[in-house]
């Protein structure tokens, strides 16, 4: 996803497709949540894919992810 809340309710959104080092470094210092499930996000920011945020996952989700037995977060109810 492209866009995520801070804790102070501020909306950002990953636009660029390169951040500067120091850019960068200050995003992922910040605290971002998920607008739909307020859960906390990672900041992606690499020279592979487009800077996007991520749900944290713990270790046990990793595997079961791995696994195939877990479900993507945020999925289209009928």
Do not use: W
Not at 23 to 34: G, I, N, P, W, Y
Not at 64 to 74: M, N, P
């Amino acid at each position: 996803m492209f866009s995520a809340v801070t804790s102070s309710g501020k909306t950002v959104y990953l636009m660029k497709e390169r951040y500067a080092a120091t850019e960068a470094s200050e995003l992922r210092k910040t605290k971002f949540f998920c607008p739909v499930c307020r859960e906390q996000l990672d900041v992606k920011i690499g020279s592979l894919k487009a800077p996007h945020f991520a749900h944290k996952q713990n270790k046990s989700e990793r595997m079961l992810t791995y696994s195939g037995a877990i479900c993507k977060k945020h999925t289209a109810k009928a």
